[in-house]
Each structure stands twice: as structure tokens, then as C-alpha cells.
């Protein structure tokens, strides 16, 4: 993680990455390893052909649903964890409680 600056990444990501990562040194022998499932893994790539490979790799696992949300990264989550899911629970919830965000009742 000492060379985040290779990465692209802007000093608030670097701060934001160092304060909430952790490194391993194989991400697939890893989540191979701790049996337990991704929360959510992000890897970022200094060289953009690395990434593709490691796609393919990835794609192979079971319980993995995988994003990106810039052009030199991947992120690994769990495959019940994904913003899709998130969104398409939002109306049960807000239905249910009534309120969202400060909101109370129907919006119109």
C-alpha cells in the first residue's frame, strides 16, 4: 500500500484505503482460505492487462459478485451484497417504515 500514488488514486482515496484496508498477498488464495465468504475486497491495478486475467480467475468462485467502479480497479463483494440488491430492497423498507432518509410518508 506504500505506493498507492502508482495507482492513480487521488490523496482523500489513499488516506480513505490506507484507514480501511488490509493486504494480502493472493486475493483468490485468500478468500479460498478463510472459508468465510467476501464482504467486499477492492483491488486496484497499476497496469490495466493485469485486470482482465484476474476477472476470468475470479469469475470462477462461487459467492462472488464483481464491480467496478473505476476504470483501474475491481471490487469483490459478497453476492447477496451488491448496490442492485440494495436498490431493489430500498422500496420494501421505505414502504414499511414509512420514512427514508428524514422522509415521512409518500413522497410526491
Not at 467476501?38 to 484476474?54: S, T
Amino acid at each position: 500500500m506504500a505506493r498507492l500514488h502508482h495507482y492513480g488514486l487521488s490523496e482523500a482515496m489513499q488516506t480513505m484505503v490506507h484507514d480501511t484496508r488490509d493486504v494480502v498477498s493472493d486475493v483468490v488464495e485468500y478468500v479460498s482460505q478463510v472459508g468465510k465468504g467476501v464482504e467486499k475486497i477492492n483491488i486496484f491495478f497499476a497496469d490495466i492487462a493485469d485486470r482482465a486475467p484476474l476477472r476470468c480467475r475470479l469469475e470462477r468462485e462461487c459467492g462472488i459478485a464483481i464491480t467496478a467502479a473505476m476504470v483501474n480497479n475491481l471490487e469483490l463483494n459478497d453476492e447477496n451484497a451488491t448496490k442492485g440488491n440494495g436498490l431493489m430492497c430500498w422500496p420494501i423498507t421505505w414502504a414499511s417504515t414509512g420514512s427514508h432518509h428524514g422522509h415521512r410518508g409518500r413522497r410526491e
